[in-house]
Each structure stands twice: as C-alpha cells, then as structure tokens.
C-alpha cells in the first residue's frame, strides 16, 4: 500500500516541478503564463494533499483497528474465565 503512496508522491512532485518549468518557459520565451503551467502545478500538489489525506486516514483506521482489537480479546479473556 505504502509502494503505491510512494509513486504517487513521486508523480505529484513531477507534475509540480513540470507545471513550474512550463510556466517559467512560457514567461521567459514569449512574456505570456502558460496556462497548462499552473494547471499542471496545482494538479500535483492537490495529488499530493490527497495522498498525505490517505495515509492519515490509513494510520486513523490502523489505530482504531488495533484499539477494536484490544477490546475485542478483553471481552474474550472475560467471558473465558466466567
């Protein structure tokens, strides 16, 4: 799972580091903002903000989980012994 937020963040960060170059070209050759810059900046960083999004929700659950799971053997050890 940890792969895949990997390669998304490395997808997001190409789409930022993308969307800057074809700004600053566009600024530089024909005194004109490119659009497809800022769009393709923004895009990367809201896949990005999705991403760390993701993996707190991941982490929220994991720990829920592991709390449900402590309660859950703490029922069974208690009917166990009665």
């Known amino acids: 799972m940890f792969e895949a937020f990997r390669k998304t963040n490395v997808v997001a960060i190409l789409l930022m ?3 800057l170059v074809f700004f600053l070209v566009g600024l530089l ?4 903002a490119a659009w ?5 900046f923004t895009a990367g960083l809201a896949l990005l903000l999705l ?3 993701n993996k707190t929700e991941l982490n ?3 720990l829920e989980n592991v709390e ?4 859950l053997d703490a029922i069974e ?4 012994r009665d």
Request: proline share 4%; aromatic share 4%.
């Open 36 to 40: 497809i810059g800022p769009f393709g």
């Open 29 to 32: 050759t024909s005194h004109e």
């Open 60 to 62: 929220r659950l994991r």
């Open 17 to 19: 580091i993308a969307g």
């Open 77 to 80: 050890k208690r009917t166990a």
């Open 68 to 71: 449900l799971r402590r309660r």
């Open 51 to 53: 991403v760390e999004a």
